[in-house]
């Protein structure tokens, strides 16, 4: 079965630190993706990466990086957490061909 | 950028009902997807029309799709409570490659 899996489901992080969200697949998938959901906002794409050292920013990247050191695992860093940031998080990831997007379960990340 | 935009934004129903969900994109596409999101976790894929389509069924899903309109629909016949969800139509938007981009999606509830 297809997994791709977010290392937590819920984050609690102090305004001003540094914040890592990991994501790994099994599948193989060469693109990998970061999105934020936020009520009435939808999904907003923050960034993707289609090979391994590869990053490309989506609709919103401030104050976000990632990084895609190994295939399998792409991470998203939020270098000094705020407020605004407190959201839903959701990984997913693509075979190169695509389009089927499989998505991790998320993470609830709340700033305070 | 949000390509797509689900209308209705909610909608509520009654068990053994139909319900249509609406979806409308701006830019040229390869293919429409529909995925499904139970509150709080991430999104499951359900079906994939491309562009040359116009129709496209699976179970109790009914997909269209107009190009000349940049509109899809989503069907859902004889819903029931577990159709209960949140849905959201995603586009390949074809500059971004296997890019994702979501709607807002329509919060679908099923009343027994």
């Known amino acids: 079965d297809v997994k791709v899996t977010q290392s937590s489901r819920y984050l609690v992080k102090r305004t001003g630190e540094k914040v890592f969200l990991e994501c790994v697949q099994d599948m193989d998938h060469e693109n990998m993706f970061w999105y934020r959901q936020d009520p009435g906002l939808g999904l907003r794409l923050i960034y993707f990466s289609y090979d391994v050292k590869m990053k490309e920013k989506g609709d919103i990247p401030e104050g976000y990086s990632v990084s895609r050191e190994k295939k399998e695992r792409f991470s998203l860093i939020l270098e000094s957490a705020s407020t605004n940031q407190t959201s839903m998080y959701l990984c997913?990831?693509?075979?190169?061909?695509?389009?089927?997007?499989?998505f991790g379960q998320g993470t609830r990340l709340t700033v305070v | 950028s949000q390509q797509g935009e689900e209308d209705p934004q909610a909608l509520s129903i009654q068990e053994g009902e139909n319900a249509t969900m609406n979806c409308s994109y701006k830019t040229s596409i390869n293919n429409l997807q529909w995925y499904r999101q139970n509150s709080g976790r991430g999104l499951v894929h359900l079906i994939l029309?491309?562009?040359?389509?116009r129709e496209k069924h699976r179970g109790r899903l009914r997909v269209t799709l107009d190009t000349s309109k940049k509109s899809s629909s989503l069907l859902i016949t004889a819903s029931r409570a577990a159709d209960t969800a949140s849905y959201f139509c995603?586009?390949?938007?074809?500059?971004?490659?296997?890019?994702?981009?979501f709607g807002k999606g329509t919060t679908l509830s099923v009343s027994s």
């Open positions: 997913a990831s693509i075979l190169g061909g695509g389009p089927e997007a499989f």
């Open positions: 995603a586009t390949d938007e074809r500059q971004a490659g296997t890019a994702l981009i």
């Open positions: 029309i491309r562009s040359n389509e």
